[in-house]
């Protein structure tokens, strides 16, 4: 299985909590002497994160009620061939929704490893 579902928005929030460590960092700098400009450490590192951090909650939020993007629809269609709980959800629902995929994108691989492995 090459292809994965991912929590964009998780990834997202990921990316703004980097950012403020960037800006932690930075205004570390700063006090120590370094010639750093105040905006930088502000507004372009603090404020970034925040907007990373907003949008990829919000992101998460909506998962329940958002559908599918169709490369994740195909990844679906991909995973039904070989685990019956995609086969199952695609018929139950044409275009699921992101939760819905997640826990059996989850559940698919979690089968996967299981059969793959070596048995006494």
Avoid at 111 to 118: E, K, S, T, W
């Amino acid at each position: 299985m090459a292809r994965r579902l991912y929590h964009k928005g998780t990834l997202t929030a990921e990316a703004g909590t980097l950012c403020w460590a960037i800006a932690v960092g930075i205004g570390f700098l700063r006090g120590q002497g370094w010639v750093v400009s105040e905006f930088w450490v502000v507004m372009a590192f603090l404020s970034l994160g925040l907007l990373l951090i907003m949008f990829g909650i919000r992101w998460e939020m909506t998962a329940d009620i958002r559908t599918v993007s169709v490369p994740a629809l195909t990844h679906l269609h991909w995973l039904a061939r070989f685990c019956p709980r995609a086969a199952e959800l695609l018929e139950r629902e044409p275009i699921p929704v992101w939760r819905d995929a997640f826990l059996v994108d989850a559940a698919c691989r979690k089968r996967g490893r299981d059969d793959d492995a070596p048995r006494h």
